[in-house]
């Protein structure tokens, strides 16, 4: 069973910096993806930054030259370093990764439970 735990959220000034991780644990052949979705209150779900496994990162333009995705293979981990944080990324920052579980099938999409992150004086 894959499972993502994440953790770095908490409170934060405007302008100030955080860093969330995602551990990668369990049993599994290859991550292909891992990357950053949040989610605010009253609002859908959306991608933060998306880093696939040989693969260019994308962002979100929101988030572009704030915030940079990075991955350590040896750990399977990936982490979000969130600079000059503005109240508008307050959010629950959910950590998700397409992993193959086994070598017999495709890869399947995983989420972990999120971590609040909140931006405020």
């Known amino acids: 069973q894959v499972q993502l735990v994440e953790s770095g959220g908490g409170l934060v000034q405007p302008g100030g910096s955080l860093r969330l991780s995602c551990a990668a644990s369990?049993?599994?052949?290859?991550?292909?993806?891992m990357g950053w979705y949040r989610q605010a209150p009253g609002k859908e779900r959306e991608l933060v930054a998306t880093?696939?496994?040989?693969?260019?990162?994308n962002y979100a333009n929101s988030v572009k030259e704030r915030f940079t995705i990075s991955r350590d293979n040896a750990k399977s981990t990936v982490y979000l370093q969130m600079n000059n944080v503005k109240p508008e990324d307050t959010a629950v920052y959910l950590c998700?990764?397409?992993?193959?579980?086994?070598?017999?099938?495709?890869?399947?999409?995983?989420w972990g439970q999120g971590t609040q992150v909140t931006v405020s004086p």
């Open positions: 998700n990764a397409d992993i193959r579980p086994s070598v017999l099938g495709p890869g399947q999409y995983y």
């Open positions: 369990g049993s599994f052949v290859r991550i292909n993806a």
């Open positions: 880093m696939p496994t040989g693969g260019i990162t």
